[in-house]
């Protein structure tokens, strides 16, 4: 239940929807470059990214763009955004048509997304939107997103009704996974990134599974090949499910283990708990749901608690790591004993 995969030079290729879309490597600065120029022929390439990212990846990759259309006259634009959840909002994604429109941006327009799960999200649901569709091209930061919500061409805004409520499906021309960027990745966010690998692990793959039982945080994250290994793993059962289910009227819901309480745990709590550990939590909690109904072992649930602890993720409401007033506490320990 793995998607299909090839080499090309520096990069490993996942292929989704039958296309080998997702590029997975080390280092692609000037890969990208050179291919979404190949791929797209466009007037202009407009970045969006938030104000944490501007400083940290946007200039080489700028550099590198410039330096590949010299001597076109196709252009570059930047747009960068407030980072965090606010953002995913109508009043940004309208800011962000607003530019395109005073810019002169037509359909021939590619839009390259720089960021994690919000930049996404966000630029993906303009891109569907604008001129009825233009391409965009995801470049995900953040562990979380690499392997998670930069795949399956799932995009929306946040609304005051709820989260993710306004969005449409459009698929990504590429998804280029560039490992190199989780150097800059704060540890809390690498954990939150492990509760997704770590989930689809123990829904398909033994193998990978097995792997994170061996090692840990701190290992994983400086074995540069073994970390490559897992994220793939996580990026290829995603894809092949995707590919099964795009618009998630049946198996696509497989990958929602550890949603359905973590979700909730999320709305109370975000944003003192990240998704990941809201997800954790969740995990644990329809694990311990199905030990009840005869659906798994103890066993089962042990190996799953013992591993998210490995990778630094709460495993109950007591952990230590989990940043929660007396009122927040007693709001989600009755959250937990209801689900249970």
Same mark, same amino acid.
């Given at each position: 239940m793995l998607a299909p995969i090839f080499k090309d030079g520096p990069t490993t290729r996942v292929e989704i929807l039958g296309s080998p879309s997702i590029v997975v490597g080390y280092n692609l600065t000037s890969y990208i470059a050179k291919e979404v120029?190949?791929?797209?022929?466009?007037?202009?390439?407009? $970045?969006?990214?938030?104000?944490n990212l501007e400083t940290l990846h946007l200039p080489a990759l700028v550099e590198a763009f410039e330096d590949k259309l010299s001597g076109t006259k196709s252009r570059l634009l930047s747009y960068v955004i407030s980072p965090g959840e606010q953002s995913k909002s109508r009043k940004t994604k309208a800011e962000i048509e607003d530019f395109l $429109? =005073?810019?002169?941006?037509? /359909?021939?327009?590619?839009?390259?997304?720089?960021?994690?799960?919000?930049?996404?999200?966000?630029?993906? $649901?303009? =891109?569907?939107? $604008?001129? /009825?569709?233009?391409p965009m091209i995801n470049l995900p930061t953040s562990l979380l997103a690499m392997v998670d919500s930069s795949i399956g061409g799932k995009t929306a805004i946040d609304v005051p009704a709820g989260k993710n409520l306004v969005g449409s499906f459009w698929q990504p021309l590429r998804v280029y996974v560039d490992l190199s960027y989780l150097a800059t990745l704060p540890k809390r966010e690498f954990s939150n990134g492990m509760a997704e690998i770590i989930k689809t692990a123990i829904i398909a793959d033994s193998e990978c599974f097995e792997k994170l039982e061996s090692s840990d945080h701190e290992a994983l994250a400086a074995d540069t090949s073994g970390l490559e290994a897992v994220v793939l793993g996580s990026i290829r059962f995603k894809a092949f499910v995707v590919t099964a289910d795009e618009r998630e009227s049946g198996l696509r819901g497989l990958l929602n283990f550890g949603?359905?309480?973590?979700? =909730?745990?999320?709305?109370?709590? =975000?944003?003192?708990?990240l998704h990941g550990e809201c997800v954790a939590l969740g995990m644990i909690q329809e694990t311990e749901v199905a030990r009840s109904l005869g659906a798994c072992s103890q066993v089962t649930l042990a190996r799953l608690t013992r591993v998210l602890k490995l990778y630094h993720l709460p495993t109950t409401l007591h952990d230590s790591a989990i940043p929660l007033g007396p009122s927040e506490r007693e709001t989600l320990t009755d959250l937990w004993q209801f689900s249970g």
């Open positions: 120029l190949s791929i797209t022929k466009s007037s202009t390439y407009v $970045f969006v990214t938030d104000s $429109f =005073a810019n002169g941006c037509t /359909r021939d327009t590619c839009m390259i997304g720089l960021g994690g799960g919000v930049i996404g999200d966000l630029v993906g $649901f303009v =891109a569907s939107t $604008f001129m /009825r569709g233009i949603h359905s309480i973590g979700h =909730a745990i999320e709305a109370l709590l =975000a944003p003192k708990l």
